[in-house]
Nanobody, 126 residues
């Protein structure tokens, strides 16, 4: 079992920055690929970014590439999402998730993530 707790969401103006954190417990974090997903109002939840066990591999959705950075600190059992140059269309509830497979890189598919945080709201005003 894995427990995930996100923090760092809030209200920010377009062009601003936020850093989300996700603290994990209950499983060997250093051998778990992690992902961030988001769900805008009235829309389905979508992939944002993923990071491998060691942090050496990262992958981003096209809509956030170059603006968002995923990272992790295995000593602190925490994964981060640094979000810069935020746009109103980034407004969503952001979820971190832990991959249940043994693939060090994880995946973009929600079906491979068995453990989810409660979500944190990010609102970007224009």
């Amino acid at each position: 079992q894995v427990q995930l707790v996100e923090s760092g969401g809030g209200l920010v103006q377009a062009g601003g920055s936020l850093r989300l954190s996700c603290a994990a417990s209950g499983r060997t974090f250093s051998r778990t690929a992690m992902g961030w997903f988001r769900q805008a109002p009235g829309k389905e939840r979508n992939f944002v970014a993923r990071i491998s066990w060691s942090g050496s591999y990262t992958d981003y959705a096209d809509s956030v590439k170059g603006r968002f950075t995923i990272s992790r600190d295995n000593a602190k059992n925490t994964v981060y999402l640094q979000m810069n140059s935020l746009k109103p269309e980034d407004t969503a509830v952001y979820y971190c998730a832990a991959d249940r497979t043994n693939d060090p890189r994880g995946s973009r598919w929600q079906s491979t993530y068995s453990f989810w945080g409660q979500g944190t709201q990010v609102t970007v005003s224009s």
